[in-house]
């Protein structure tokens, strides 16, 4: 298998896994600062899919760091298709919670300032984010996958 950019044990690959950990982090801090989220399945479900995408994804970047440092690319197959199912699982959570966010707070006129509008809606747009991170390495890995 060749090495690009991106893939397990690379620079690149390090700051994508590093993106996605902060992104997911960063979604569940916003959709967990709210009172009522736990109302909605679907964001019960982003936070649970975030919640793995954190630990996934650090656990990547701890294993990315370690092969850099051995001057060592990772390349298993098993490996590379985890990616595709994290990305999976993450872009439904994300999709499901952006349809609940506008049924909810655009078509039917549930949201006010006083309400939580803002905190779902940086919840789902860093849950988004996070899924072009996720995107991308499993472009990458894909690619990967078909190369060798």
């Not at 399945?41 to 656990?59: D, E, H, K, N, P």
Request: aromatic share 12%.
């Amino acid at each position: 298998m060749r090495v690009f950019a991106g893939t397990p044990g690379t620079a690149t690959g390090l700051f994508l896994r590093i993106a996605q950990c902060i992104f997911a982090a960063g979604s569940i801090a916003s959709m967990a600062s709210t009172h009522s989220f736990f109302n909605f399945t679907a964001f019960c479900y982003l936070i649970a899919a975030m919640g793995l995408q954190v630990i996934w994804s650090f656990g990547l970047a701890l294993i990315d760091a370690y092969a850099i440092v051995q001057k060592k690319v990772l390349h298993s197959p098993v490996l590379i298709s985890l990616f595709v199912v994290t990305a999976t699982l993450s872009l439904a959570a994300a999709s499901a919670s952006a349809g609940i966010t506008t049924l909810y707070f655009y078509d039917l006129g549930h949201c006010s300032v006083d309400n939580e509008c803002q905190k779902y809606q940086a919840s789902v747009g860093l849950a988004i984010c996070c899924c072009f991170t996720i995107a991308t390495s499993s472009l990458i890995m894909l690619w990967l996958l078909a190369s060798g």
